[in-house]
């Protein structure tokens, strides 16, 4: 190897690689990055470590394929940052608009066209010659800033913290953005209450609170920039963001009452942190006033059975977790998540230990039948993953994502044409199989206590909602009945009334 310069040869990619993928290679006369081509001296450490870093991470025919994208940065470098001391030294937006220029007057394109299986359409993204660039500018930010405490980046990786929250491992949602805080004073108010709810609070509800807050601050800067402190919030300035959040965002009435929640909430904390009397008090009670409490939605069992039929196109491990979660009744998040000591057995019932991540540790009964599936995939997972403790996992044994178990279902359901009752595809949603089994329970006569405990609540609070969706269910299987009922009815009194008049 050069100095200065990276020969793949000597990275184990290549070194491990069978005789079939070298020879499966393109640009296969060129093996080596010539970093010392680049006439900018500062930006080649930076590189080298970059590319240097990619080759021992990455499989060979990626890092092959980026000598191309390579060759085509240290073209642009050459014309336009011979300058700089650093990447860095150009905000990414700049840069981004700089090399898309770069690329057009080369007749290259600046987007691609993905296909998505799993929802039967054509998504344009950046084309990898952008993408590139953006992992390199995101590397050199990560080397810059490796030793600043992770809560004073402006990007946090929560994994990283000296207060890790409680997380969900089927969601892989570590990553807090405050870049697009662009009021100051706001962005360091919210990073330290959000550090301080790392203690008690999970990844995924401070992942909200940000997107709130981030939410109300682009409105302000927008439409008040010239606040720049709290102090400056008026009531009337929190009256036209509700206009704004329920008229122009296109959120659903839980999603916009969730935020003003969280908003309200972040808001009345910081008042508390700052002193500040008047923005404790910026939100009235009506304005984030719960939503209706929606029906739950369940499935048919027309839709159930049509679905289910369906099941054995996917992976038999797959197929089992579905069915399992349908009969457990538990979120999505408990079913894939199940370990493997999860089923026991005491005078000859069985009963399975479900530990929720979003709530508490529980163990109820389960059917003979539904305690050999999961027997079965205990047995298939011990084989295949003998070193994991969970049940449900990927040929890589890591755990399913929903994001993952998701695009597997869509992708069977539109290649098998599966429809709901109603002649459209069949809408996949893991927690509706959760509403339709508590339907169910509701439909066997079960009283409230015994519901709340098969579905893992704290109390019965939620269970009229089942009660109130199968009353509905039944009103509308009998409405062609009742409707007839109604016309005979009606028909008689007409009768009647011409008998009257006679």
């Known amino acids: ?45 930076e590189i080298y470590g970059y590319i240097d870093d990619r080759c021992r991470r990455l499989s060979l025919s990626t890092v092959v394929n980026d000598i191309y994208r390579f060759d085509l940065l240290k073209e642009f470098l050459n014309e336009k940052c011979t300058s700089c001391s650093s990447i860095t030294d150009k905000k990414w937006e700049e840069l981004e608009r700089s090399y898309k220029a770069f690329l057009y007057k080369k007749g290259l394109a600046l987007y691609v066209r993905r296909n998505r299986p799993d929802r039967r359409n054509v998504e344009q993204q950046s084309s990898a010659q952008i993408s590139f660039l953006k992992m390199y500018y995101e590397y050199v930010v990560k080397c810059k800033t490796a030793d600043i405490p992770e809560n004073e980046k402006d990007v946090w990786d929560m994994r990283k913290l000296d207060i890790v929250p409680r997380s969900n491992p089927i969601r892989g949602r570590y990553r807090l953005d ?24 999970a990844m995924g509800s401070i992942k909200g609170e940000l997107r709130g807050f981030r939410r109300f601050a682009s409105f302000m800067y927008d439409r008040f920039p010239e606040v720049k402190h709290f102090t400056e ?34 808001l009345d904390e910081i008042g508390r942190e700052l002193e500040i009397g008047n923005i404790c008090n910026l939100f009235l ?23 289910n039929c369906a099941l054995t196109k996917l992976k038999p491990q797959l197929g ?18 199940l370990r493997r000591d999860c ?36 047995e298939v997972s011990e084989k295949e993953h003998p070193d994991s403790e969970y049940i449900f996992l990927q040929d890589n044994g890591k755990l399913y994502t929903d994001s993952m178990l998701k695009y597997h279902v869509n992708i069977m359901i539109y290649e098998n044409d599966i429809r709901d009752d109603n002649g459209n595809y069949f809408e996949f949603r893991t927690h509706r199989f959760r509403h339709t089994f508590g ?33 509905e269910a039944l009103a509308e299987d009998t409405k062609a009945v009742r409707d007839e009922m109604n016309e005979l009815l009606a028909q008689y009194r007409r009768e009647k009334e011409n008998a009257e008049t006679r």
């Open 178 to 201: 405050f870049r697009e805080i662009r009021q100051k004073e706001f962005k360091e108010i919210i990073k330290k209450i959000l550090y301080s709810h790392c203690q008690t609070k």
């Open 343 to 378: 089923l026991s057995e005491k005078s000859g019932h069985y009963f399975i230990t479900i530990i929720q991540q979003k709530t508490r540790k529980y163990k109820r009964p389960v059917s003979n039948q539904l305690a050999e599936l999961i027997r079965k995939a205990i």
């Open 233 to 266: 919030i008026s009531r009337d300035m929190i009256e036209d963001y509700l206009v704004y959040i329920k008229t122009d965002t296109g959120l659903t009435s839980v999603s916009y009452t969730t935020e003003l929640s969280f908003l309200d909430n972040l």
């Open 1 to 45: 190897m050069m100095k200065g310069n990276i020969n793949l040869i000597s990275y184990d990619c290549y070194q491990q690689a069978t005789e079939k993928q070298l020879a499966g290679l393109k640009w296969k006369e060129n093996r080596v990055y010539y970093i010392s081509e680049i006439h900018n001296e500062k930006m080649q450490d």
């Open 320 to 337: 089992r977790c579905l069915i399992i979660h349908q009969m457990l009744g538990t979120r999505i998040e408990d079913t894939l998540t």
């Open 439 to 471: 339907v169910k329970l509701t439909e066997m006569k079960l009283d409230d206590d015994s519901i709340a405990r098969l579905l893992g609540h704290k109390d019965t609070r939620t269970i009229p909602h089942y009660r109130r969706l199968r009353n």
């Open 285 to 307: 009670s009506s304005d984030c006033r719960a939503y209706d409490n929606a029906l739950p939605e369940a499935y048919s069992d027309a839709e159930i059975r049509r679905f």
